[in-house]
């Protein structure tokens, strides 16, 4: 199943769309389905509040998890994760024109279109990456 089959399949189970994206792209991240659920949980709906789009916060994490920034003093792994961080919401921008879940609402995209999009641009950003 591909990673956007599978967070289609997520967010149709009754997840939201951070938790759609991060978890679907397990292949990569290689964290436990219920540890990645309840920390993705709370930011659906923009952090429950209409600001960044849950399934770009999702893709952000699933990043992070593959190059993660743990070492304050690992100045090459802060760089490299701000770096993938910027070219995740610079694309997703480039696509929809906002990377906030309300103004995405209002512009009528749906969202299982963009968690497809959010769970396939993740996986496209940790395969360039490797």
Same mark, same amino acid.
Request: proline residues 2%.
């Given at each position: +199943? &591909?990673? /956007? ?11 939201? *769309?951070? %938790? ?10 290689? =964290?436990?389905?219920? =540890?990645?659920? !309840?920390? &993705? #949980?709370?930011? #659906? ?6 600001? =960044? *789009?849950? !399934?770009?916060? #999702?893709?952000? +994490? ?10 304050? /003093?690992? %100045? %090459?792994? /802060?760089?490299? =994760? ?5 070219? *995740?919401?610079?694309?997703? $921008?480039? /696509?929809?024109?906002?990377? $906030? *879940? ?11 279109? @963009? @968690?497809?999009?959010? !769970?396939?641009? !993740?996986? %496209? ?6």
């Amino acid at each position: +199943m &591909s990673v /956007k089959q599978e967070a289609t399949r997520l967010h149709e189970s009754g997840h939201n *769309c951070a %938790q759609s994206v991060f978890c679907a792209n397990r292949e990569y991240t290689g =964290i436990d389905d219920n =540890i990645a659920l !309840a920390v &993705s #949980g709370g930011f #659906g709906g923009g952090v429950r509040c209409g600001e =960044i *789009c849950g !399934a770009l916060t #999702g893709a952000v +994490m699933a990043i992070g998890a593959v190059y993660p920034f743990n070492d304050c /003093k690992d %100045q %090459q792994s /802060k760089d490299k =994760i701000a770096a993938l961080a910027v070219e *995740c919401t610079g694309k997703f $921008r480039e /696509k929809y024109g906002c990377v $906030r *879940c309300e103004e995405l609402k209002a512009a009528q995209f749906s969202c299982p279109e @963009i @968690i497809e999009y959010g !769970a396939e641009l !993740a996986e %496209q950003i940790i395969n360039d990456n490797k």
